[in-house]
């Protein structure tokens, strides 16, 4: 065909022509010829086509690099007409090569057309470049143009319910992941302040949003009675306006009525933009949470909520459980403790400021916050060899002498015997502290003349804690030192008593190790 080039349309057009339909859009149809009138025939030809209740809609392109342009912005073109010959002899195969191996659309599907068949044999074609139809323009009639463009359509339509259901799949995938993730970083936190912390982080990372959040707990004997409505709801932790809230702060009456709606329901619910989540556990407690702003978390999302609700209910169950563990343990030792210092007439609070001060310099030096907390829960143990050493012995007000001290300086050993075979992380740390806490930096302690990193990092805190704490309380042999005093007489065992960098950082942050001695006074001080 010839055209005057001076009645050819615009060489680039992005106007739509659109058929309307109620069903749903119509369909993409993309025409990329050099001759306006194959547009025309094509939009006429195809003016009452429906597949599924869709109309079509044309896009037009009068060139290859045209058409390229288009294609990298408009989405979803289910089909592309597409001429060979156009502003070179071989425009439309390097647009269909360009258009799967360049932007690498699998999808659309593809229907080569040209008036001179000679130019690019159908053999050579068909077998060379991935298109789904090739034909010669004088072939396409109305009939056939239909019939090609019915059978291209349900190819689409059926690849794109496949990509559908395989992005679901993958969303789905992914969602569980982060599921797990999120509850696998749920069961490291051991302490319900700092689980309670983590759930909410981990909630909004799970759905991706940016919300306020509240975790609270209540007895779950009120909710089965069916005294909701006066259940005594506790907040644990809060984020947005209700960080920091106290745990008796009232909650917005909106608030408490999405809780005790979720407490009659017995389930999580999503209400007016807001999700609270439902977790019963064994113990009698049911914890909630509540978020708003949910509006953009979809179908999957809220399945993905339930299934940590699940697993956040059995990580709660194992807290609780663990946390009742290791407090018995906890007390356990404390109460021997305190019995080994009362024998000794030790002052009366003296294992449980020791316990803080050496979780509190344990962080500063770097431990972890599970290492400090089982240096606190092991420490009072240190004297527990004690328990053997004669009452002349341990209670002589005077000097001891040669033959006394070295009874007494058998109690390490002794309390590590009696330790020593446990193989509780805590017992096991007790051990090790109860041998070296003795030991001194430059190797002169006792009982084996250990000296700087052959001391174990809580050993060295330990024999810190117990040498502050002694000279700034009443003994029977001595009277309480001043602070100042403290100090200097401390720095003087830097590099020899002391492991001078763990020195340095107990002195430098002596107010906290202050606050601490103040907040566990003796009884006697107490009555000052």
Same mark, same amino acid.
């Given at each position: 065909?010839?055209?005057?080039?001076?009645?050819?349309?615009?060489?680039?057009?992005?106007?739509?022509?659109?058929?309307?339909?109620?069903?749903?859009?119509?369909?993409?149809?993309?025409?990329?010829?050099?001759?306006?009138?194959?547009?025309?025939?094509?939009?006429?030809?195809?003016?009452?086509?429906?597949?599924?209740?869709?109309?079509?809609?044309?896009?037009?392109?009068?060139?290859?690099?045209?058409?390229?342009?288009?294609?990298?912005?408009?989405?979803?073109?289910?089909?592309?007409?597409?001429?060979?010959?156009?502003?070179?002899?071989?425009?439309?195969?390097?647009?269909?090569?360009?258009?799967?191996?360049?932007?690498?659309?699998?999808?659309?599907?593809?229907?080569?057309?040209?008036?001179?068949?000679?130019?690019?044999?159908?053999?050579?074609?068909?077998?060379?470049?991935?298109?789904?139809?090739?034909?010669?323009?004088?072939?396409?009639?109305?009939?056939?143009?239909?019939?090609?463009?019915?059978?291209?359509?349900?190819?689409?339509?059926?690849?794109?319910?496949?990509?559908?259901?395989?992005?679901?799949?993958?969303?789905?995938?992914?969602?569980?992941?982060?599921?797990?993730?999120?509850?696998?970083?749920?069961?490291?936190?051991?302490?319900?302040?700092?689980?309670?912390?983590?759930?909410?982080?981990?909630?909004?990372?799970?759905?991706?949003?940016?919300?306020?959040?509240?975790?609270?707990?209540?007895?779950?004997?009120?909710?089965?009675?069916?005294?909701?409505?006066?259940?005594?709801?506790?907040?644990?932790?809060?984020?947005?306006?209700? /960080?920091?809230?106290?745990?008796?702060?009232? !909650?917005? +009456?909106?608030? #408490?009525? =999405? $809780? *005790?709606? &979720?407490?009659?329901?017995?389930?999580?619910?999503?209400?007016?933009?807001?999700?609270?989540?439902?977790?019963?556990?064994?113990?009698?407690?049911?914890?909630?949470?509540?978020?708003?702003?949910?509006?953009?978390?979809?179908?999957?999302?809220?399945?993905?909520?339930?299934?940590?609700?699940?697993?956040?209910?059995?990580?709660?169950?194992?807290?609780?459980?663990?946390?009742?563990?290791?407090?018995?343990?906890?007390?356990?030792?404390?109460?021997?403790?305190?019995?080994?210092?009362?024998?000794?007439?030790?002052?009366?609070?003296?294992?449980?400021?020791?316990?803080?001060?050496? /979780?509190?310099?344990?962080?500063?030096?770097? !431990?972890? +916050?599970?290492? #400090?907390? =089982? $240096? *606190?829960? &092991?420490?009072?143990?240190?004297?527990?060899?004690?328990?053997?050493?004669?009452?002349?012995?341990?209670?002589?007000?005077?000097?001891?002498?040669?033959?006394?001290?070295?009874?007494?300086?058998?109690?390490?050993?002794?309390?590590?015997?009696?330790?020593?075979?446990?193989?509780?992380?805590?017992?096991?740390?007790?051990?090790?502290?109860?041998?070296?806490?003795?030991?001194?930096?430059?190797?002169?302690?006792?009982?084996?003349?250990?000296?700087?990193?052959?001391?174990?990092?809580?050993?060295?805190?330990?024999?810190?804690?117990?040498?502050?704490?002694?000279?700034?309380?009443?003994?029977?042999?001595?009277?309480?030192?001043? !602070?100042?005093?403290?100090?200097?007489?401390?720095?003087?065992? &830097?590099?020899?008593?002391?492991?001078?960098?763990?020195?340095?950082?107990?002195?430098?942050?002596?107010?906290?190790?202050?606050?601490?001695?103040?907040?566990?006074?003796?009884?006697?001080?107490?009555?000052?």
């Amino acid at each position: 065909m010839v055209i005057d080039i001076t009645n050819k349309k615009p060489l680039f057009s992005t106007k739509k022509t659109t058929e309307t339909s109620t069903s749903g859009a119509p369909w993409k149809i993309l025409v990329v010829d050099d001759e306006p009138d194959v547009h025309t025939v094509t939009k006429l030809a195809l003016s009452r086509f429906r597949l599924d209740g869709r109309a079509l809609t044309f896009i037009n392109a009068y060139s290859g690099e045209q058409a390229k342009e288009l294609l990298a912005h408009e989405q979803d073109i289910a089909v592309a007409f597409i001429d060979v010959v156009m502003e070179s002899d071989h425009a439309g195969l390097e647009l269909v090569k360009w258009i799967r191996e360049v932007q690498v659309n699998k999808n659309i599907r593809l229907i080569l057309r040209t008036g001179q068949p000679g130019q690019a044999p159908e053999e050579d074609v068909i077998v060379n470049y991935d298109i789904n139809d090739y034909k010669a323009k004088s072939e396409l009639d109305s009939r056939k143009l239909m019939t090609s463009v019915y059978s291209a359509l349900r190819s689409y339509r059926d690849i794109m319910e496949i990509e559908q259901a395989r992005r679901a799949q993958v969303n789905h995938r992914k969602g569980l992941e982060r599921v797990l993730e999120a509850t696998s970083g749920l069961f490291e936190l051991r302490t319900l302040h700092r689980f309670a912390d983590g759930l909410l982080t981990q909630v909004a990372t799970l759905l991706n949003l940016d919300t306020e959040t509240l975790l609270l707990t209540c007895n779950a004997m009120d909710a089965i009675s069916g005294h909701v409505d006066t259940a005594e709801i506790e907040i644990l932790a809060g984020t947005g306006q209700f /960080a920091n809230s106290p745990s008796h702060k009232e !909650l917005p +009456e909106h608030i #408490a009525t =999405l $809780l *005790r709606s &979720a407490l009659m329901q017995k389930r999580c619910l999503y209400e007016d933009n807001c999700f609270i989540g439902y977790f019963p556990i064994k113990s009698g407690l049911i914890n909630l949470l509540y978020m708003d702003g949910i509006d953009k978390i979809d179908d999957l999302d809220k399945k993905l909520v339930d299934i940590f609700a699940i697993n956040v209910g059995v990580a709660f169950e194992n807290l609780l459980l663990n946390q009742e563990v290791e407090d018995t343990q906890s007390e356990l030792i404390l109460r021997l403790g305190d019995v080994v210092e009362s024998r000794s007439k030790e002052a009366a609070n003296h294992v449980k400021r020791m316990a803080e001060y050496c /979780a509190q310099l344990a962080l500063l030096a770097g !431990l972890t +916050e599970t290492e #400090a907390d =089982l $240096l *606190r829960r &092991a420490s009072p143990m240190h004297d527990i060899g004690k328990i053997a050493i004669p009452d002349a012995v341990l209670l002589k007000p005077g000097k001891l002498n040669d033959q006394e001290w070295s009874v007494m300086r058998q109690h390490p050993s002794i309390g590590y015997q009696i330790l020593a075979n446990s193989e509780r992380p805590i017992l096991k740390a007790a051990a090790i502290i109860a041998l070296q806490h003795h030991e001194k930096y430059d190797g002169s302690g006792y009982p084996s003349n250990l000296k700087q990193d052959q001391i174990h990092i809580f050993a060295r805190i330990v024999a810190i804690a117990d040498v502050f704490d002694a000279l700034s309380h009443a003994r029977c042999y001595k009277a309480a030192w001043p !602070l100042e005093d403290v100090i200097v007489e401390m720095r003087k065992g &830097a590099g020899k008593h002391f492991d001078p960098d763990l020195l340095e950082l107990f002195i430098n942050n002596i107010d906290i190790f202050v606050r601490v001695k103040d907040n566990w006074k003796d009884h006697d001080e107490s009555l000052k």
